[in-house]
Every structure is written in C-alpha cells, then in structure tokens.
C-alpha cells in the first residue's frame, strides 16, 4: 500500500520568502505525481504534475522535483505572496487509476 | 472550457437516509473518480469510472455505489447513511490515461446529522 507524507505539516512563512514543501512515498515504482492546492471548503486546483520518467517541472514561480530512487518530491514556490496562503496537497499514482494523497501541508504567508 | 461541476454543493440528511451525488466532468473527459475527505482521514480514494466501467475501488463499504453514464457523467449513491459518512465528496475527471492531469470540481458538502 502506497503512503505518502508531507512534512512538515503547517509553515508560516514572511512574503517575500522562498517556500519548500516536502513529499515522501514508500513506493517508488510510481506512474506519476501530482502537486494541489486546495483552499478553505474548496476543491482541488492541480499545479504541476510529474511523469515518472522526469526530474521536474516548472510553472511561473512554482518548481517540483521528482526523485523517483529515494522516494521524494519538493515543491519550491518563489517569492512567496500571501495570496499562495493554502493547503499544498501531493499525491502519486501507480497507474491503477487512483491517487494517493498526502495529508497536505498548511501554508500561511504573512503579509 | 467549463471546469468539473458537481451537484449538489450542500447536503444535509439524517442517519439512515440514503443520498446521490452528481458529477460532470469536463468536456471530453471520459474518467470520473470521487473522493471522500475528511479531517481525520484525509482524502481517500472511492471508486473510478471510464467509459462506464469501474476500473478500480477503494476500500469503502458496499453502502457506497458509483455509475458512469454514456455522456461520462457519474453518480455516487450512499445507502443507510452513518454519522461516520459526513464529509466534502469530490470528484475529478480526466482525458484518458493515469498520466493526465486530475481536475477536480468544488466537492459536495454532505452532513449527516
């Protein structure tokens, strides 16, 4: 069974400061991996998803790095704005059609 | 391009009771997944769908049931509800394969009282 962590499990950072947000799963033979965000009684907003076969991906100021051997992924969000005050949500799938999610990690970006 | 739409947004039944839930995924989505999240649990995978057939199941009990109809709409049904089963229902859609991208739609509320 596929587990998946996200550490640490709430973040308060200054605007203005880099973010890094971790991701780890026990089962490396993963098919891809996806990084949300969800805010408050919200749905899911994807940001950035992972094929197996790369290192990372990049979208504006957000950055995610696979490392499928060692089990991780880091989501780096520059610049931080309070605006990216959020849950970030990772999660993988082994190609059985389902993910697995993380328990997210809280982000608060103080203005 | 209209995003993953759900129906209703808020629910509130009692024990016992039985509801459906809806979900329209985006056009041209032929996989619709749903979801349960909780604060303890967290999210958890319910069932899957494409082209009408449930391709994988979570680990639920059988009160929850799914359905894909031909236009890749689907429905969630919960039998004899249980306090246990309060919690934000979302459902995501996507074009095809495991390798694209999970949209999601803005979840049902459902409360049980």
């Known amino acids: 069974k596929q587990e998946v962590t996200q550490i640490p499990a709430a973040l308060s950072v200054p605007e203005g400061e880099n973010l890094v947000l971790n991701c780890s799963f026990t089962?490396?033979?993963?098919?891809?991996l996806q990084w949300f965000r969800q805010d408050p009684g919200k749905g899911l907003t994807s940001l950035l998803l992972?094929?197996?076969?790369?290192r990372e991906q990049t979208s504006g100021r957000l950055n995610a790095s696979l490392d499928k051997s060692s089990g991780r992924s880091t989501l780096y969000i520059a610049a931080s704005q309070p605006g990216d005050s959020a849950t970030y949500l990772c999660?993988?799938?082994?190609?059985?059609?389902?993910?697995?999610f993380g328990a997210g990690t809280t982000v608060t970006v103080r203005a | 391009k209209a995003g993953v739409t759900q129906t209703p947004r808020y629910l509130i039944k009692t024990r016992g009771q039985q509801v459906t839930l809806s979900c329209s995924p985006i056009?041209?989505?032929?996989?619709v997944s749903w979801y349960q999240q909780t604060p303890g649990q967290g999210l958890q995978f319910l069932f899957e769908?494409?082209?009408?057939?449930?391709?994988n199941k979570g680990n639920f009990p059988g009160r929850f049931s799914g359905r894909q109809f031909s236009n890749s709409r689907s429905e969630m049904n919960v039998s004899t509800l249980e306090l246990g089963d309060s919690a934000l229902y979302l459902c995501?859609?996507?074009?095809?394969?495991?390798?694209?991208?999970?949209?999601f739609g803005p979840g049902t509320r459902l409360t049980v009282l």
């Open positions: 089962d490396s033979a993963i098919y891809n």
């Open positions: 769908y494409f082209s009408e057939t449930q391709r």
């Open positions: 995501a859609s996507s074009f095809n394969r495991d390798s694209d991208t999970q949209y």
């Open positions: 999660a993988v799938s082994l190609g059985d059609y389902k993910l697995s």
């Open positions: 056009s041209g989505h032929r996989s």
């Open positions: 992972i094929q197996s076969s790369q």
